[in-house]
């Protein structure tokens, strides 16, 4: 029989009336015939709850012991969903991380997945059994338990899935898929059929917080198709895939915008070599992912560099910043949290020149002022004031026209 | 290095102050040079709300999804009190079951303990380390999680105990220790400052929840000294050993009432052999313990049997007994809820003629009717009015000496 991978996130089961509902679309799948393995988050807030609690005994809790309090949440979750698909009348099993066999590394709060061994899983499918897995979660050699990072579960159900051989992933979400833009912003976004890995990996990492990024790069690593779609409906969502099963190139496929960005500027270094190497050596040392970077042309000797960083890193930036900018004889430093980064990602990018051209216009012609530009061959990135971010989403979302109906996304580069 | 074996019950670590109470009393132990252990249950009222939460979703949760839930009482107290050790600047592992060890059979919600392997723990201890275990749950064969049953946390401890070699178990509770009688029910009670394990034993199966029965039993199995004591100060309570190491021999050591107690009473049923086995095998099938049997005189050709059983089990009681009364042909079965159980324990009874009868004289004395009488070697069981129950333990508590000072419960019998 084929295996079906569902997973849903914490706000599916974050009731009991929700992990009812959960329950019946499980079993719909299993009257179908199919094998199905469910990957459940932990419910609602817990893990902020949960760290709120640890935050109560201790100033600065160990990785380990978080990991051993943060797995409850995912533990509860698959206790009470099996419960739940059992009082309907169908065999329901439990897994933890451990017991569902998902190897990892030692590194706590961030663990990356060795391997899957899912013997007992399958064991139990044979047996014609629903298996209920908690996502997120994991044991290391020592058999430790581990967590995976926010957005682990997608993680543990892309795994899951290859270690299974199904044919692909589905991850129920509160949104009904991957949109050309964050609806809220630009109310003419639409809705994807399809986005290709390399598309899905840039828009996770700049904001669109509906797919883990480790969970897309693992599944384009292992061609398995995923289906984002909505818990709340049975309409088809965005199905993520190899760009090769896109019949047609896209030149600009969706807008993103990250608006948990902030910008530092380190003014009046020297002008010299090795100058750039002290500070983000600094930064580096402090695991500190810097994002856009730009070196201002000097002003006589001196020169600014500015980069940007994701907010949870600022702390540690403004630290490196202040250390470098002392070595190095600096004028300063300054921070500016009022920016926002916005892109654009699209396959067809690559093949298609002009694209970079035709963005700096569209946003020149609403008067918004670029500040550091970044890109990749699918992606380019803008970071602008704040508060100009939306107009500057709808202007391109527009220009490149993502709106339209039919397919508008063809050749328009 | 000697080990320490410290059990905090669930309102120890209730709250993030409490827990932190609990680090320093264990941490005190670390700085005298013992290797500690620690062994906690679920905080407060976890394992109470996660059953109501298990009811939300399903009528009948099945055993083994049950105990995966429970488990994550326990679990997050570990990980708290290892964070709060931490905290202090001092080592400290927690343990799940599984993790600690602790081999169980299969029965999900009262899982017996087949063996001990603290080879982890053995070595954390080794490395410094304070051992934090979850209590209350194991692991069966299949790997699955299993608990060990209400009060399961003092057996986890015990066996922990007897595996690591430790020369005794502290049980740390919100009592002084065990006391002659129910404090609120008999002023005068007074504390002890030993008793047997058979006594014990008697005590606990009576209503006195200071100690689980099998826990008792684990440490008498192995010769392992007890200490009931008080999480809220350092002073002693009561040790639980073996009664050769008393010097000497009490005729009754405490008074217990349990009022979590019903009778039922089947009426007319004939006075032929085969009778009683129609009843008790019906409840035996159903898994109901029956306490105190009396089978009144025939009143021609019919008779009267009555019997009591703990309150849990007297709905699967009520349907044995129609079903006995109605294979019989009897005229009626009779429950009655308004009765207690009031026992006197005491090793020395068995050498000491006399003390049933001068019980029974003591509550006649008061005027209290005895419904039901039931002995062992070391108790007397006196059902009576539940109305009656604290006028017949306080007239017992005074007629046998409890309450004096010295060593008043010497040869009184």
Same mark, same amino acid.
């Given at each position: 029989?084929?295996?079906?991978?569902?997973?849903?996130?914490?706000?599916?089961?974050?009731?009991?009336?929700?992990?009812?509902?959960?329950?019946?679309?499980?079993?719909?799948?299993?009257?179908?015939?199919?094998?199905?393995?469910?990957?459940?988050?932990?419910?609602?807030? +817990?893990? $902020?709850?949960? &760290?709120?609690?640890?935050? @109560?005994?201790?100033?600065?809790? *160990?990785?380990? =012991?978080?990991?051993? #309090?943060?797995?409850?949440?995912?533990?509860?979750?698959?206790?009470?969903?099996?419960?739940?698909?059992?009082?309907?009348?169908?065999?329901?099993?439990?897994?933890?991380?451990?017991?569902?066999?998902?190897?990892?590394?030692?590194?706590?709060?961030?663990?990356?997945?060795?391997?899957?061994?899912?013997?007992?899983?399958?064991?139990?499918?044979?047996?014609?059994?629903?298996?209920?897995?908690?996502?997120?979660?994991?044991?290391?050699?020592?058999?430790?338990?581990?967590?995976?990072?926010?957005?682990?579960?997608?993680?543990?159900?892309?795994?899951?899935?290859?270690?299974?051989?199904?044919?692909?992933?589905?991850?129920?979400?509160?949104?009904?898929?991957?949109? +050309?833009? $964050?609806?809220? &912003?630009?109310?003419?976004? @639409?809705?994807?059929?399809?986005? *290709?890995?390399? =598309?899905?990996?840039? #828009?996770?990492?700049?904001?669109?917080?509906?797919?883990?990024?480790?969970?897309?790069?693992?599944?384009?690593?292992?061609?398995?198709?995923?289906?984002?779609?909505?818990?709340?409906?049975?309409?088809?969502?965005?199905?993520?895939?190899?760009?090769?099963?896109?019949?047609?190139?896209?030149?600009?496929?969706?807008?993103?915008?990250?608006?948990?960005?902030?910008?530092?500027?380190?003014?009046?270094?020297?002008?010299?070599?090795?100058?750039?190497?002290?500070?983000?050596?600094?930064?580096?040392?402090?695991?500190?992912?810097?994002?856009?970077?730009?070196?201002?042309?000097?002003?006589?000797?001196?020169?600014?560099?500015?980069?940007?960083?994701?907010?949870?890193?600022?702390?540690?930036?403004?630290?490196?910043?202040?250390?470098?900018?002392?070595?190095?004889?600096?004028?300063?430093?300054?921070?500016?949290?009022?920016?926002?980064?916005?892109?654009?990602?699209?396959?067809?990018?690559?093949?298609?020149?002009?694209?970079?051209?035709?963005?700096?216009?569209?946003?020149?012609?609403?008067?918004?002022?670029?500040?550091?530009?970044?890109?990749?061959?699918?992606?380019?990135?803008?970071?602008?004031?704040?508060?100009?971010?939306?107009?500057?989403?709808?202007?391109?979302?527009?220009?490149?026209?993502?709106?339209?109906?039919?397919?508008?996304?063809?050749?328009?580069?």
């Amino acid at each position: 029989m084929a295996v079906v991978l569902q997973k849903y996130g914490g706000s599916s089961v974050a009731t009991p009336g929700r992990i009812q509902a959960v329950a019946g679309r499980v079993i719909l799948q299993r009257q179908q015939g199919h094998d199905v393995v469910v990957v459940v988050s932990a419910p609602g807030d +817990t893990t $902020d709850e949960l &760290l709120a609690m640890a935050g @109560r005994v201790s100033r600065s809790p *160990s990785g380990r =012991e978080l990991d051993v #309090l943060l797995a409850t949440g995912e533990q509860t979750a698959i206790a009470l969903l099996a419960m739940a698909i059992q009082d309907r009348g169908w065999d329901a099993v439990s897994f933890t991380g451990a017991q569902g066999g998902i190897i990892t590394d030692d590194a706590h709060r961030r663990a990356r997945i060795l391997r899957v061994e899912p013997h007992r899983i399958r064991r139990e499918l044979d047996a014609g059994r629903i298996a209920v897995v908690a996502g997120f979660q994991g044991i290391n050699g020592r058999e430790d338990i581990t967590t995976l990072g926010r957005g682990g579960s997608d993680l543990t159900a892309v795994a899951l899935a290859v270690a299974l051989g199904a044919d692909s992933c589905e991850i129920y979400t509160d949104v009904d898929g991957i949109f +050309t833009a $964050d609806p809220r &912003l630009v109310p003419e976004a @639409r809705k994807l059929d399809t986005v *290709s890995y390399a =598309e899905m990996m840039e #828009l996770a990492s700049l904001g669109a917080q509906v797919m883990q990024l480790r969970a897309v790069e693992y599944a384009m690593a292992h061609r398995l198709p995923i289906h984002v779609r909505s818990s709340f409906h049975q309409g088809n969502g965005t199905w993520i895939r190899e760009e090769a099963s896109m019949e047609k190139q896209r030149v600009v496929t969706g807008v993103a915008v990250d608006a948990r960005t902030v910008k530092f500027t380190v003014r009046g270094v020297p002008d010299r070599p090795g100058v750039a190497h002290a500070l983000f050596s600094r930064l580096a040392e402090r695991q500190v992912n810097v994002d856009l970077i730009i070196q201002s042309a000097a002003r006589g000797e001196l020169a600014d560099m500015s980069f940007t960083v994701a907010e949870d890193d600022a702390e540690a930036a403004r630290a490196a910043c202040r250390e470098a900018a002392e070595a190095l004889g600096a004028e300063g430093v300054d921070f500016d949290g009022d920016v926002a980064k916005v892109s654009i990602v699209g396959a067809g990018m690559v093949s298609t020149p002009g694209v970079a051209a035709r963005m700096f216009g569209l946003l020149a012609g609403q008067g918004i002022n670029i500040e550091l530009i970044g890109c990749s061959e699918i992606k380019i990135s803008c970071v602008v004031r704040r508060d100009r971010a939306a107009d500057a989403a709808r202007a391109l979302h527009d220009g490149f026209g993502l709106a339209g109906l039919g397919d508008p996304l063809q050749g328009r580069g």
